[in-house]
C-alpha cells in the first residue's frame, strides 16, 4: 500500500483586525519617511536647538574628551538620548540629523496604531463585533497621523512623539486592565513598563505616573468590594500590583538618586543653573501666566488649538467637539478610560502658573512663538474625543439614546465622512500657512542658524588635529556641521559635576590657561570662553557678526608649529 503524500497546508488567513493593523502600519511608515525625506532635502531637521542639542548631548557619550554615561547631564531626561545614541555612531547620520529622527519617527508609527487600539479597545466589548467602534478607531488615526504639526516633529530630534507613543499605549494597557479579563495582570505590568519609560523620557510622565498609579488602587478596590478575594486575585494578583506600582515609581526614584549622586542635589533638574527656572531668571522672560491657574489653562488649550487649526473658529470647534466626546465617555461608559489623555491639562497649566514654563502664542500677548509645541501634548484626546463627540451628535441625530446600540453603515459612514472633513478642513489650512510648531522652529533659529553655518565654515578651514576650546552651550550645531569630533574640543562637560567648579577639571584648566590647553579658541560674546580669551588679551584672527546673535570670535591659542599651519 503506497503512502500518501501529506499535501502541505495552507497558513490559516489572517483575521480582519489584523489585516487593518498592517495596513494601518505601512500607512504611518510612508508617512513618517516621506515627511522626514521632504524637510530634510529643505535642511529643516535641525531648525530646533533642542534637536540639535538632543543629538548632542548623546554624541557626547562616546565622542568627548571625557566620555561616558555623566555626559547625559541633568535637566533633560536620558531615555530620548540613549536611544538616539546608536544611530548617530555614523558621522552621516549625526550631521545630516537622521540619527536623531529616527526614535521619533518610531515613536510616530507606534502612537498612530496605539490610538487606533486605543479606541478598538474602548468602544469594543468581549466578543462583539462592533461597527461603530472599527470606524471611530480609523478616524481617530486619521487624525493623529494625519496632524501636520506632529508630522514635522516626528522628524526632529524632539522628544515629543516619543513620548506621546508611550503616553498612548501607557493608557491603552490601562484600559485593557480595567476589562478586568484574564490579561488583566499582563496589561498591568506593561502599562508600568510604558509608564517607567515615559517618565525617563518628559516630566510629564511622572504626573501621569502618579495619576495612574492611584487610578490602579482604586479599580482593584472597586474590583474588591465588586467580587471576593479569590476571584479578584485570579484576575489581578496583588504581585502584579506591587510590580506596577514599582515600576511607576523606579524611573523617577533613579533619576532623583542619579542627581543626588552627581549633582549633590535630587533637584538638580529643577533648580539647578541649567533649570527652566533659572534660565527663566536669567533672561528675566515674561510669562503670561505666571501664578494664574485658569490663564496658564487658557494658554495651553490655545497652543492645544493652535496644533490642531489655523482658524479660531475651527480651533474652538476642535475642542468643543473633544469635550462634548469625553462627556458623552463619562456618562456611557464606553471610552471612559480614555479620560486619561486630558492629564496633560493639569500638568502644564500647573507648569505654566508656577514652573517657570512660558508659552508664547502668536495670537495672544506677548505675541511670539515659544514652546507652542507643548499643545502638542493634548493631540491624542483630540484624536479620540473629536470622532466621538461627532459620532454622539449622529446618534442623536438618529434619535438613539445609547451609545451601545448597533448603528447602521450610513450612520458610519456619516460619522466618518464628518471626521475627514473636520480634519481635511483644519489641516488644510494648516499646511497652508505652514504648521505652527515649524513656524515656531524656523523664527526662533534664524539666526543661530546663520551664526553656526558661518562658524562652521571657518572650523572646518583649522588643521585637522587642532584641539578646540569652546562653549558648547548655545552653538554645538556649528562643530556638527563642520563634521569636527567632540573628542577634539575641550568643553563644559569635561569635568567632574560634583564639584562645581573642579578643581581638577579640564574645563577649569583650560578656561584659566586657555593657550595652554587648545590651539583654537571659539568664544561668542558674553560666554565663559571668550570672557577668559578677552580677559588674557588672546590674538583675535576671525570675527563674525549675525544679526540677532553674540558675536562669535576665533582666538588663537598654542602657538602653531611649522608643520600645523595656519587656518587655511
Not at 563642520?482 to 568643553?491: D, E, F, T
Amino acid at each position: 500500500m503506497t503512502p500518501q503524500r501529506l499535501q502541505p497546508q495552507a497558513p490559516p488567513p489572517k483575521a480582519y483586525s489584523e489585516i487593518e493593523i498592517v495596513r494601518l502600519v505601512w500607512l504611518a511608515i510612508f508617512v513618517s519617511v516621506f515627511s522626514f525625506l521632504v524637510y530634510s532635502r529643505n535642511n529643516e531637521v535641525l531648525l530646533y536647538g533642542d534637536a540639535v542639542a538632543h543629538i548632542n548631548i548623546a554624541r557626547r557619550v562616546f565622542d568627548s574628551k571625557t566620555p561616558g554615561l555623566l555626559q547625559l547631564g541633568t535637566v533633560w531626561l536620558p531615555l530620548p538620548h540613549l536611544l538616539i545614541l546608536p544611530f548617530i555612531v555614523s558621522n552621516k547620520m549625526w550631521q545630516s540629523g537622521l540619527g536623531g529622527s529616527i526614535p521619533s519617527m518610531a515613536g510616530f508609527v507606534l502612537g498612530v496604531l496605539g490610538i487606533f487600539r486605543l479606541v478598538r479597545t474602548a468602544l469594543t466589548r468581549e466578543g462583539e463585533r462592533n461597527g461603530a467602534a472599527r470606524t471611530l478607531a480609523w478616524a481617530a488615526a486619521i487624525i493623529y497621523g494625519a496632524n501636520p504639526n506632529l508630522i514635522y516633529m516626528q522628524s526632529t530630534a524632539m522628544g515629543e512623539s516619543l513620548y506621546l507613543a508611550l503616553f498612548i499605549w501607557a493608557v491603552v494597557y490601562f484600559a485593557e486592565f480595567a476589562r478586568g479579563d484574564a490579561k488583566s495582570s499582563r496589561s498591568l505590568t506593561r502599562c508600568g513598563v510604558c509608564l517607567a519609560a515615559g517618565c525617563l523620557t518628559r516630566y510629564d510622565g511622572w504626573f501621569l505616573a502618579a495619576s495612574m498609579v492611584i487610578g490602579v488602587v482604586a479599580v482593584s478596590i472597586l474590583s474588591l468590594k465588586r467580587r471576593n478575594q479569590a476571584q479578584l486575585v485570579a484576575q489581578t494578583s496583588s504581585t502584579a500590583l506591587v510590580k506596577f506600582i514599582l515600576l511607576a515609581a523606579i524611573a523617577p526614584a533613579l533619576w532623583l538618586a542619579y542627581n543626588t549622586a552627581v549633582y549633590r542635589n535630587p533637584l538638580e533638574f529643577a533648580n539647578g543653573p541649567y533649570s527652566a527656572r533659572a534660565i527663566a531668571q536669567q533672561t528675566a522672560t515674561v510669562n503670561p501666566a505666571n501664578g494664574n491657574l485658569w490663564a496658564a489653562s487658557c494658554y495651553f488649550l490655545k497652543s492645544a488649538e493652535l496644533n490642531a487649526s489655523d482658524s479660531n473658529w475651527m480651533g474652538r470647534l476642535w475642542l468643543a467637539l473633544a469635550l462634548l466626546g469625553s462627556l458623552g465617555a463619562a456618562f456611557t461608559g464606553r471610552g471612559r478610560r480614555g479620560l486619561w489623555l486630558w492629564t496633560p491639562l493639569p500638568f502644564y497649566a500647573r507648569s505654566l502658573a508656577y514652573g517657570s514654563v512660558p508659552i508664547f502664542l502668536p495670537t495672544w500677548w506677548p505675541f511670539s512663538y515659544y514652546n507652542v509645541r507643548y499643545g502638542l501634548q493634548l493631540l491624542p484626546a483630540f484624536a479620540v474625543f473629536v470622532p466621538l463627540g461627532i459620532f454622539f451628535v449622529v446618534q442623536w441625530a438618529s434619535h438613539i439614546e445609547r451609545v451601545q446600540s448597533s448603528v447602521t453603515r450610513r450612520s458610519s459612514a456619516v460619522v466618518l465622512l464628518s471626521v475627514v472633513s473636520v480634519a481635511s478642513a483644519s489641516y488644510a489650512g494648516v499646511w497652508r500657512a505652514e504648521p505652527i510648531s515649524y513656524r515656531e522652529a524656523a523664527i526662533n533659529s534664524r539666526g543661530r542658524v546663520e551664526l553656526d553655518k558661518q562658524v562652521g565654515g571657518w572650523l572646518r578651514s583649522l588643521p585637522p588635529n587642532s584641539t578646540l576650546l569652546m562653549y558648547l552651550g548655545q552653538h554645538v550645531g556649528a562643530l556638527q556641521q563642520a563634521g569636527i569630533p567632540l573628542q577634539r574640543v575641550i568643553n563644559e562637560g569635561n569635568h567632574r559635576p560634583w564639584k562645581q567648579p573642579d578643581p581638577d577639571g579640564l574645563w577649569e584648566h583650560a578656561l584659566a590657561d586657555p593657550a595652554k590647553y587648545a590651539d583654537y579658541i571659539i568664544g561668542f560674546e558674553g560666554d565663559p570662553v571668550w570672557q577668559s580669551a578677552k580677559d588674557r588679551h588672546l590674538m583675535e584672527f576671525v570675527e563674525i557678526h549675525t544679526t540677532g546673535q553674540p558675536t562669535a570670535v576665533l582666538f588663537q591659542g598654542r602657538t602653531p608649529s611649522r608643520n600645523s599651519g595656519q587656518p587655511r
